[in-house]
Nanobody, 119 residues
Framework: QVRLVESGGGLVQPGGSLRLSCAAS????????MSWYRQAPGKERELVAR????????NYADSMKGRFTISRDNAEDTVYLQMNSLKPEDTAVYYC????????????WGQGTQVTVSS
């Protein structure tokens, strides 16, 4: 059974930091591109960052560059999102995604974790 379980969300003041975690199981984690997406109320889901399973190369949305860092631990089947200098506009539900487009392809989503940036 595939599971993606996000944790680490919560309420933080502007300028603060949070570290999100996504624990994966039920598939070959190291073969998957892992991504974080977010969806704010009334807006479409958008890509935050992704990390390749083969060489851990990363990509970020422009508005997150320099503030957010995605990383993965293939030994622990976990992907992280370190978020610094948080802004109110970062408030959203953050979702973990696992995707593989070769071989037996898959595209899995977690249930999301709420991040609220407010004073």
């Amino acid at each position: 059974q595939v599971r993606l379980v996000e944790s680490g969300g919560g309420l933080v003041q502007p300028g603060g930091s949070l570290r999100l975690s996504c624990a994966a199981s039920g598939f070959t984690f190291s073969s998957a591109t892992m991504s974080w997406y977010r969806q704010a109320p009334g807006k479409e889901r958008e890509l935050v960052a992704r990390i390749n399973g083969y060489d851990s190369s990363t990509n970020y949305a422009d508005s997150m560059k320099g503030r957010f860092t995605i990383s993965r631990d293939n030994a622990e089947d976990t992907v992280y999102l370190q978020m610094n200098s948080l802004k109110p506009e970062d408030t959203a539900v953050y979702y973990c995604n696992a995707r593989r487009t070769w071989g037996i392809s898959f595209n899995y989503w977690g249930q999301g974790t709420q991040v609220t940036v407010s004073s």
